[in-house]
């Protein structure tokens, strides 16, 4: 699956368009490595490390979803590895 497809029906970004920016910008590390395409698979297992409301996320993809389901659902497909660490807006690019 599409990484942003993922994160658009994981409900981590609110549009799909706004997860190919954020992914395309180089915010978005999975397994340690810089994604730049918007198209990178996402399997289960795989650590993605993304910047998400003024805060850096570390998630461990448990399942790939099959469609855009209501928020529970989505948080199944999911595990936070650790709490949201908040960005230091003074040094932080974005």
Known sequence: MRIDKFLFFTRLTKTRSLAQKIVEQGHVRMDGQAVTRAHA???????????????????????????RGPAPEARTHYRELTAPQPIDVASSPF
Do not use: S, W
């Open 41 to 67: 698979d996402v399997r289960p297992g795989a650590v993605i490390t993304l910047p998400l409301h003024g805060a850096v996320h570390v998630i461990e993809v448990a399942a790939l979803p099959a469609r």
